[in-house]
């Protein structure tokens, strides 16, 4: 990102969190689902977009971060329950990361997988921090002695958030680390023979990452109110990897989209399915056309809808330069 | 006795884990895919033959034709779905199987709701007196027909000449086009026999369970199996699937009481939860770091 971009995302960003505040209850809610999916997803896309490392951890992830939020919060902390949250995250993702120091691509996959399973569980059975099936009630954010009560004060919370986690990652990977991601997710041999530490590389990838959703996980459970393990089940892992393959692997930008996509598509749906008065199937169309756009997409634009935007763009501008050089 | 009845349920329910590994891993070795919609083809497959049931089929019947209708769409899945990602990425392939997961669980939740869905009976009721140790029909038939099948297809794979094939398609499939073997209609048949596998599993397992749309679970319960067994080895993957079978039973009727017990003597702590079911992948991670090639597999396999 040029400094011209920087200034214009600030910008619309600072904008769009003082707009909030003018939004009915239910484009407020509607605002910050989307920031705190592309802030889950930026993260995610961190790991596997820029490093690789593929995750079906993150759901479990987001749960550790809210149940952290979520007993600090309650025990009276500040913004530090938000800051503990990530710290949480990072630990936890750190954990996760470790087998990936000896395994590569599909079979640190399924290692993950066995994470979420064993995390679901330590949910469920971990009473004193998570109360169990139940779930663990929160109670508001505080930020600075106020309480956050409102919608539109969430949404513009999550969007500066998301503000500083973009201009974050984007910083990050121009830097001698983030350029040590792509290298390791290229050839983690090519990464070595440059002199690349490649489980530090990896490391780094996991507390970074985890950190940012530990924070998502956090806004996560602050806004729904409550932290129950059926919310951070392995669906939600798989709604976060769908959210950056349909919007792009290894783009920001993509993250955001694809957060986008996947948080309004379900709400297009049950407003369509209200309005032709199929209430009851309205779930199950929902899935289904979850399911059918994400084979669609991959199957005809597997680098995503950021790719596809690039595309388009190109091909509207091209004849517009090939006409003036033809005039001119 | 306790210790056998255990160990004979756990047999049972491990052979169909294994039926459901085998797909997993079949196809693996033949399109280097990982396929996260066996769970649904299992479900899929119990759900058709709970449909033709009741459409008055008789039992075996209706088994049969399942399994010809998961075959079916195993064989579309792959020309329809993978066939045209053959470039992408990995995980934008497991990525697109996870999408096949997502909408066959939602054909199956519109046409056939979210309950629990009592199961025809497919075998006698009642049970058989072994010694003293009790099995119903259910879990006998389960158990031993999964077993023989799963022994009848590794015979298949290793003995006939269309098991060569696609063993040759599976190995290398350049020199095997190069022998005249059609690789991409054996990657097929091997989505076919996967799927057709799969559904049966998933009728065994809903004879066990009853049915419902929990049945797709099993795909995820195959993974740590396949880890074990490692992932390209069929007959470590029939081993490791009635190993875990077994595991999980003696977790679920010894471990759990036992520590319990002494968590309710010593802590105030009441309960350990289902840890039947984290057990796998507890033992998942435990092989993956001290050896990721599984039970059976070969070395360097773990590097992709």
């Known amino acids: 990102m040029r400094g011209r971009d920087t200034v214009l995302v600030i910008l619309i960003a600072l904008v769009c969190a003082a707009g909030s505040f003018a939004l009915s209850r239910y484009m407020a809610f509607l605002v910050y689902s989307v920031a705190i999916a592309a802030i889950g997803a930026l993260a995610l896309n961190l790991l596997i977009g820029y490093c690789g490392q593929i995750s079906f951890a993150q759901g479990a992830l987001l749960g550790v971060g809210a149940y952290a939020a979520g007993n600090l919060g309650n025990a009276g902390f500040d913004f530090v329950a938000i800051l503990g949250a990530g710290l949480a995250g990072a630990l936890v993702s750190a954990l996760i990361g470790l087998p990936a120091m000896r395994l590569r691509g599909l079979y640190f996959a399924i290692a993950t997988l066995a994470a979420q399973a064993i995390l679901e569980y330590l949910f469920k059975t971990v009473e004193p921090i998570t109360k169990g099936i139940s779930g663990l009630t929160i109670s508001p954010l505080t930020l600075f002695g106020a309480r956050i009560v409102s919608d539109q004060g969430y949404a513009s919370i999550a969007i500066v958030i998301l503000l500083l986690t973009w201009l974050f990652l984007s910083w990050l990977i121009r830097t001698n680390l983030g350029r040590a991601f792509l290298v390791v997710r290229e050839s983690e041999l090519v990464a070595k023979g440059m002199g690349i530490n490649v489980a530090r590389t990896k490391m780094w990838a996991f507390v970074i990452s985890g950190f940012i959703v530990g924070v998502a996980g956090a806004l996560i459970g602050f806004t729904s109110r409550l932290a129950n393990p059926e919310a951070f089940a392995l669906h939600l892992s798989i709604d976060y990897i769908a959210m950056i393959i349909v919007g792009g692997l290894g783009s920001w930008l993509g993250s955001l989209i694809g957060a986008i996509f996947v948080v309004l598509l379900p709400e297009a749906i049950q407003r369509l399915g209200e309005w032709l008065h199929v209430a009851d199937l309205v779930f199950a169309m929902r899935e289904m056309a979850f399911g059918i756009l994400i084979i669609v997409f991959l199957i005809f634009e597997p680098r995503g809808l950021a790719a596809l935007g690039r595309s388009l763009a190109t091909r509207f501008t091209r004849p517009t330069k090939i006409q003036g050089k033809s005039v001119g | ?304």
């Not at chain 2, 590994?21 to 196809?27: C, D, E, N, R």
């Not at chain 2, 998961?70 to 392939?93: F, K, Q, S």
């Not at chain 2, 997961?101 to 497919?122: E, H, N, S, T, Y």
């Not at chain 2, 840890?275 to 059976?296: E, S, T, W």
């Open chain 2, 1 to 304: 006795m306790f210790f056998i009845q255990l160990l004979s349920a756990g047999i049972a329910t491990g052979s169909i884990y294994a039926l459901i590994a085998i797909g997993i891993v079949l196809i693996y070795k033949c399109s280097g895919v990982v396929n996260f919609a066996q769970g649904a083809y299992a479900m899929v497959g119990a759900y058709v033959t709970y449909a033709l049931t009741k459409l008055g089929f008789p039992a075996l019947v209706a088994v049969l034709a399942s399994m010809m209708v998961l075959a079916a769409l195993g064989i579309a899945t792959e020309r329809l779905v993978l066939r045209p990602m053959l470039r992408a990425p990995v995980v934008a392939v497991m990525m697109a199987t996870l999408g096949i997961l997502i909408f066959a669980k939602a054909i199956c939740l519109a046409i056939w709701g979210p309950d629990q869905i009592a199961f025809p009976k497919i075998f006698p009721e009642g049970s058989i007196n072994l010694g003293g140790i009790f099995m119903t029909y259910n879990y006998v038939a389960a158990g031993v027909l999964s077993a023989t099948l799963c022994a009848a297809f590794l015979a298949f794979y290793q003995f006939t000449s269309l098991g060569l094939m696609q063993r040759c398609a599976a190995d290398n499939s350049r020199a095997a086009l190069a022998i005249g073997i059609h690789v991409s209609n054996q990657v097929s048949i091997a989505w076919g026999m996967s799927a057709a596998l799969a559904g049966l599993g998933g009728t065994l397992l809903a004879t066990l369970n009853g049915l419902s749309l929990g049945l797709e679970a099993i795909g995820l319960v195959a993974f740590p199996v396949i880890v074990l067994g490692g992932l390209t080895s069929l007959g470590g993957a029939f081993v490791a699937g009635i190993l875990l079978g077994v595991l999980e039973a003696f977790t679920d009727g010894l471990l759990t009481p036992a520590i319990e017990d002494f968590l309710r003597a010593y802590t105030n702590v009441y309960s350990v939860g289902a840890l039947q079911q984290v057990v796998p992948y507890a033992l998942l991670v435990l092989m993956l770091l001290v050896r990721p090639q599984g039970i059976f597999g070969r070395r360097g396999t773990e590097r992709i």
